[in-house]
């Protein structure tokens, strides 16, 4: 992708629309980079970016697709499918086809397909102010990557080619793992991705900032917290999209409201299009994406540099 600020400092130029980042999810992700580039330029020459809070409409409008559509540390154009409004149309029918009762390899390929998505969402949209000596950082957040999601993968199947290999049919052993471990299991495996593929954070570090802008150093502590972050609310989007609508399916079942197997399984396609939906903006919001940590949670040579309380870092998404 191409660079739109040359020679600026990407996360001083994007810091004070972080908190913007959440209705950014609304922005359609089919934008050209022309049309960016112009909104960039049109942030660039307004006065009231730099010097008291936005109020023109398409001020705004220009803000929130340059949110949704280039990376506040590298201002460069994030790639289409991984921008953030293409999130939930494209995990939607990752979730729901990682979620039908099939054969273990079935499951291990949808599984292997979702978790490679948002490991590669992760990698575009998280904090890219890592500095690696080697240059060898994208080579090893690939590496880390692709073991993350075919480890993820192969867990979220092996209840099932345990169950297949053993022939295990009771009712309890149907209701553990068709029922009850795919939940926390596939949420659990969601967190793990985030903290494989974005590890070098908190082994590097990441930048810090005061209030404007001004970069202050590198933090481990920063960057541990950015991750920690990120996964926990991307475990729980995603465990709580294949709990609750498992759970309701329940009742359904026992209601006897959709009599055919039909009409139970497009009742469970709503009710996973209906969490996942619901859950997208809670969970994007559970954290801002402009995070703060505290002066004295930092490490000593950035203690000495400012005397500011809380202290900022860009969390990724």
């Not at 793990?192 to 593929?197: D, G, I, K």
Request: charged fraction near 15%.
């Amino acid at each position: 992708a191409e660079g739109l600020e040359p020679g600026s400092t990407p996360s001083q130029t994007s810091f004070k629309g972080w908190q913007w980042s959440l209705p950014a999810f609304c922005i359609p992700a089919f934008v050209t980079g022309d049309e960016i580039r112009k909104a960039r330029l049109l942030l660039e020459s307004s006065e009231k970016t730099q010097s008291e809070p936005i109020q023109n409409h398409q001020t705004k409008q220009a803000l929130l697709l340059s949110l949704a559509s280039v990376h506040p540390d590298t201002g460069r154009i994030i790639p289409v499918f991984f921008r953030p409004p293409a999130f939930l149309p494209v995990t939607l029918p990752l979730v729901i086809s990682s979620s039908l009762q099939l054969q273990a390899k079935q499951i291990f390929l949808c599984q292997f397909a979702f978790h490679a998505y948002t490991t590669g969402f992760t990698l575009l949209n998280g904090n890219c102010t890592t500095k690696d000596e080697e240059n060898s950082l994208h080579q090893k957040q690939i590496l880390f990557g692709v073991g993350a999601v075919s480890y993820a993968a192969l867990l979220g199947a092996f209840p099932f080619v345990f169950m297949d290999r053993y022939t295990l049919k009771s009712p309890i052993t149907h209701l553990i793992v068709k029922k009850l471990l795919p939940a926390p299991l596939f949420g659990l495996m969601s967190a793990f991705t985030v903290v494989a593929v974005r590890s070098p954070e908190f082994e590097n570090g990441i930048e810090v900032m005061d209030r404007s802008g001004k970069v202050l150093g590198v933090s481990q502590k920063a960057g541990e917290k950015a991750v920690k972050e990120t996964a926990l609310s991307r475990g729980i989007l995603f465990g709580t999209t294949f709990f609750l609508p498992a759970a309701l399916m329940y009742f359904v079942e026992r209601a006897n409201t959709a009599r055919t197997p039909r009409a139970l399984a497009s009742v469970r396609m709503l009710l996973i299009m209906a969490v996942l939906a619901g859950m997208l903006p809670a969970s994007f919001g559970m954290f801002p994406q402009c995070g703060e940590i505290k002066r004295e949670e930092l490490e000593a040579e950035i203690l000495s540099s400012t005397e500011e309380t809380v202290l900022f870092y860009n969390r990724g998404i």
